[in-house]
C-alpha cells in the first residue's frame, strides 16, 4: 500500500501564506505524478496543482501567480507553497499520487491523503 500524509494546513487571514507539505510512504518504486486538490463546502473537489516526477507543472487558473507547487523525489514528497491567500481558497486541502508502480504489482494506482483544513479569514 501507498500512504499519503498531509500537513502544513491552518487559519490564516487573507493576504498570509501556508505551505503544504505531504509525503508519500510504502512499498512503491515511482509516483509519476504528485498534486494537490482541494474541496469547498457544498462544491466539487478541483485540481490545485500538480507536478510530474520531471518537475512539469499544471495550476489551476485561479491559483496562477500565488500558489507555487515543488517536489522532491528523493523524499517522495509534495509541497504546495500559497501566497496572497484569499477566502475563497477556504477548503480542505487533498494530496493525490497518481501513476504509482508499485513492488510486485503490474499496472498504475491512485491514491488520496486524509486531507487537511485551509481557512483563509478576511
Known amino acids: 500500500q501507498v500512504q499519503l500524509v498531509e500537513s502544513g494546513g491552518g487559519l490564516v487571514q487573507a493576504g498570509g501564506s501556508l505551505r503544504l507539505s505531504c509525503a508519500a510512504s510504502?512499498?512503491?518504486?515511482?509516483?509519476?505524478?504528485m498534486g494537490w486538490y482541494r474541496q469547498a463546502p457544498g462544491k466539487q473537489r478541483e485540481l490545485v496543482a500538480h507536478?510530474?516526477?520531471?518537475?512539469?507543472?499544471n495550476y489551476a487558473d485561479s491559483v496562477k501567480g500565488r500558489f507555487t507547487i515543488s517536489r522532491d523525489n528523493a523524499k517522495n514528497t509534495v509541497y504546495l507553497q500559497m501566497n496572497s491567500l484569499k477566502p475563497e481558497d477556504t477548503a480542505v486541502y487533498y494530496c493525490?499520487?497518481?501513476?504509482?508502480?508499485?513492488?510486485?504489482?503490474?499496472?498504475?494506482?491512485?491514491?488520496w491523503g486524509q486531507g487537511t483544513q485551509v481557512t483563509v479569514s478576511s
Open positions: 510504502g512499498t512503491f518504486f515511482s509516483i509519476n505524478i
Open positions: 507536478i510530474t516526477s520531471g518537475g512539469t507543472t
Open positions: 493525490n499520487a497518481d501513476q504509482v508502480r508499485r513492488l510486485g504489482y503490474l499496472g498504475r494506482y491512485n491514491y
